[in-house]
């Protein structure tokens, strides 16, 4: 994709669709993947009229996977409406899990392998599996060739008391142990991000997610989902402060790093519950099937770094790469939609990509790519008011750039992400122009 | 091997695999070719020292046995004629049933009827645990009992209190109850039935099998002895009696067949079915009811086949109680639904009714919570118009005006596409009115819908003069795999229904106003055999509903100079609306569940508590016969199209008493000239209201029939 394949298919991007983000252990508590999958698909299908013969393969993205549904893009396919023939994968590429969805799906249509795909993420933090230690599960599986009734002297053989305690997965790196927030902290440290800029920028990102709530900016991405036979009806993210204050959030402790750490609970997305979904298209059949894109997607790469101090740092490294390949400048980009793992992550991808250092240091580049305006980033708001559940968060990055494309009167938006083991990913999409 | 016409033999492994598949039709029927083909199998088998046993399979995709051809009845008319078939039926069972070889059921697909009593006469039973595999005995539907040994084989498969409930109400057993019974001595998934029957034959051939008890202790205490059965019987012929209050004659002589076999035994219990079989077939409540069954049959074809277009997507608009119901059969059958309402929350609230309906199939195991949710997936609850453009039908649900109608269609048309047909889910409005203004309105049609439109198998389309038979032809389409019978009627106040209910109710009025007790009314309604009377009728439906179909009817009522009542409207303005706000002709209580005697208040507006009694004969004179009237009247106006599309409306979408076959047929079997005589009399009681239908009086005089 890094070459300008003009005799190659273009994918239109039609419409997506997300759940309303929830905290974790909130309304959403009683739902699976499953659950919010189903809904934020039979969403998509109502505000884009869908119809299900029209699609030819669900690309969908899932982090924290379920053992009962083991690929949860098929179980989603099918309770979500869609018709029974459509062949469904799940993938998972950590926080940009529904990123690699959707470029999966753009490379099967520019390659004419299929025409048309249902694309999307879904996590529920709420419901994580605990599991039992190694040891105690394997005592349990050798009981299945238990004979007699004596064999099952043999089962605490070697069994410590502590092995039956429940492990809980934590959100830590597997190569070095590191949780996301330490790693971010050490990184925030290296690039010299004080702790007043992170709080002001998760403050900022309230705010902004606030106003675009009150003002009705997401209701166009958002699918209402009714709880307990109808009696509640979640039609907003729970996680926005639009309350908060610099000095309510400078007087929280930081979280992982203690004592002098930067990164607080307040400045760090926070667990969240939520599915998201959109439909792409080859252009030509989406036009002859009278659908209406909103934008064309146009370029993307993906990076990654060995996990180290520098975790999420993946789109000061992605973000060039998709500029030079379009030959576009930050002033050429009408709509950032960045998303946000921690206040700090985002303020150290800024600096790097305003770093003339890091740009011959690390890019190997003379120049630095420059800043990004303010004003067109996360207008309305981002993962750290909104919330980020993990697979869920690609799709809505997607969908808000293309409405906010519309809204403001844009052409290009540029669209990166930062995940989990290093990796790191940016894209451009289009306004299409009708 | 032999190669028959409707029977295909084949040995496997020393087994005959007899398959049943007649050529060209979708479902198998038990009748004389087939009959005669088994019988001819059987003799071959017979003579075949080489086979052990046999399995009887179905070559149909989801049926075994549908049940007996009716069509055999139709060419008999003596009882003797017809306990004459039924002995021939009988006699082919014992064939299986006394053979030396062992017999298998293997059942896939609907079993009905003629189906489950041959699956009772075999050795052994197999069920597929596919959820189209349904097993019953419904004859009494049709106001027979089975004929083939079902009354005295069932009960002592599955116990006799459970037997008695299958046959006297005729539901289906499904694959899990059908295990759980014992009905089944074994449940494999469909593609297995043919090994496990193959199975099952060496097993019955190598040892003595008995089949299943699954009776409760309490049911085996009861049921094995003669001083307990006698308890059931008289229970059971208790509740009957007080259910079909002596309407129906074949539910007891169901139960007389079973005690009678019990009694004097097995063979006795045959012969007595045959004759009871016999005697039923020709009473007129079973002609009635198979002629109504015809009908229906008969409109499950779309007259308009090759006009329809194909719908995907379906809008309702409107989630309330219709609205939500509507939806409901929609998704059933994979249509995607779009529910909308003024907001998203209105919407979403409708869904959730779905849900809760959804839970409750879910319990009884006639859903998985996957299919559940698949289904649910297919409601799009929405608060705009936005894409509407891509809709292939429209139904509107609203609240029943005339303006607010017209805006919606006005609204609609702005935002769908030209080809999107709209169709109304009025009870009483012209449908022209509707389209009065209309831009396309060749598009727009009534589709009228019964409460609760789960339970209520009718629909009424109403075609106006300018609507397109693409858009009947769509209409029908969808109401047919909604599962309705479906009748097409001319426009007009009221259509066909709500205009004869309309004037049926207004003497219910009357008759209050005059002093009658509503308890008697509801009580000699009831006895004649309609499920409800109309005063409770009024508080179902709702007080405001009956005064707004009233009311668009008056005009016509008032030019006939018929005599009307204005209690309908005087209560709505004093707040009475029924059971919708638990202040109607009766009490309720809290959860609206429940009835809790009659509102005395009430009388106040129909003259004072005090009653008089009247006699029942006058209250069901009056009540039917302005109903029948009414019925030729809509004949004669040219709303409906045929006398069939007429009882089969005021049977499934009134509650008409099925044992009279419909206002049509009951006039044909009373003679038109007795019910235009009753008329006569009537009107010189009681005034012009009762006016002979000059049709009628056409038919009275000519010794017609409404029914060739």
Known sequence: ?434 | MTTQKIIRLQVEDRVAIITLDTPGEKVNKLNEPLIDEFSKILDQIESNSEIDGAVLISGKEENFIAGADINMFKTRETAEELEELSRTGQKILARIEKNSIPFIAAIHGSCMGGGTELALACHYRIVSDHNSTKIGLPEVKLGLLPGMGGTQRLPRLIGIQKALKYMLTGKNMYSYQAGKTGFANEVVHPHALETAGKKAVKNLNERYIQNPDKRSFAEKLLEGNPVGRKVIFSQARKRTKSQSKGNYPAPLRIIDSVEYGYKEGREKGYSYESKAFGELAVTAESRALVQLFFGMTAAKKNPWEEKKTDVKKIAVLGAGLMGAGITEVSIEQGYHVWLKDQDIESALKGASEIEKNLNKKVKKRILSEFERDSKLSLIHATGDYDGFEQIDVVIEAVFENLELKRKIVDEVENQSDEKTIIASNTSSLPISDIAAKAKRPENIIGMHYFSPVQKMPLLEIIKTKKTAERAIATAYDIGVRQGKTVIVVNDGPGFYTSRIIAPYMNEALLLLEEGAAIEQIDRVIKQAGFPVGPIALLDEVGIDVAAHVAGVLSDLFKKRGAKTSNKASKLVEAGYKGRKNRKGFYNYEEDKKKKKGINKEIYSFFGGAERKSFKDREIHQRMLMIMLNEAVLCLQDGILESPTDGDLGAVLGLGFPPFLGGPFRYIDREGAEIVADRLDSLEADYGVRFRTADLLADKAENNEKFHT
């Open chain 1, 1 to 434: 994709m890094m070459k300008n394949r003009t005799q190659e298919k273009e994918v239109v991007f039609i419409d997506g669709a997300r759940t309303p983000f929830l905290r974790a252990q909130t309304e959403f508590k009683t739902c699976t993947v499953y659950d919010l999958g189903r809904y934020v698909v039979s969403g998509l299908i109502n505000a884009t009229k869908l119809e299900g013969s029209h699609i030819d393969h669900v690309y969908y993205g899932n982090v924290i996977q379920d053992v009962n549904t083991h690929n949860i893009a098929r179980e989603i396919a099918l309770a979500g409406g869609l018709h029974g023939s459509i062949p469904a994968t799940t993938v998972s590429m950590a926080c940009i899990s529904s990123n690699i969805a959707l470029t999966m799906a753009t490379e099967a249509i520019t390659t004419g392998s299929i025409e048309s795909a249902v694309v999307g993420g879904v996590d529920v933090m709420s419901d994580i599996p605990i599991r039992f230690r190694k040891p105690f599960r394997q005592k349990l599986l050798e009981t299945q060739r238990y004979k007699k009734p004596t064999d099952w002297l043999k089962f605490f053989k070697g069994l410590r008391p502590s092995d039956l305690l429940p492990e809980i997965p934590s959100i830590s790196e597997f190569s070095t142990g590191d949780t996301m927030g330490k790693s971010c902290d050490k990184m925030v440290a290296k690039y010299g991000v004080s702790r007043e800029e992170q709080d002001a920028y998760a403050l900022k990102s309230h705010h902004r997610a606030h106003e675009a709530t009150e003002k009705g900016m997401l209701n166009e991405e958002i699918v209402p989902v009714p709880l307990k036979n109808g009696k509640s009806i979640i039609k907003v993210d729970n996680g926005i402060r639009g309350d908060s204050t610099q000095k309510k959030l400078s007087t929280l402790s930081p979280a992982f790093i203690k004592p002098h750490g930067t990164v607080t609970a307040g400045n760090a997305s926070f667990l969240t519950d939520g599915a998201s979904a959109g439909l792409v298209m080859e252009k030509q059949r989406a036009l002859d099937l009278g659908y209406k894109p909103k934008a064309v997607i146009r370029h993307f790469a993906f990076v990654a770094q060995r996990p180290g101090d520098e975790l999420l740092i993946g789109p000061a490294f992605a973000v060039p790469k998709v500029l030079d390949a379009m030959k576009l400048k930050i002033d050429d980009i009408d709509v950032f939609e960045f998303h946000e793992a921690f206040a700090g992550q985002m303020l150290t991808v800024l600096k790097a990509l305003d770093s003339n250092d890091f740009a011959k240091k690390r890019l190997q580049r003379n120049k630095k790519i420059g800043k990004i305006p303010e004003e067109k980033l996360n207008k309305w708001g981002g993962s750290l008011s909104i919330g980020h559940p993990f697979a869920a968060t690609g799709m809505r990055l997607v969908t808000t750039a293309a409405n906010r494309l519309i809204r403001e009167d844009g052409r290009f938006a540029l669209i990166a992400a930062c995940a989990a083991g290093g990796q790191g990913h940016a894209m451009i999409i289009e306004r299409y122009q009708g």
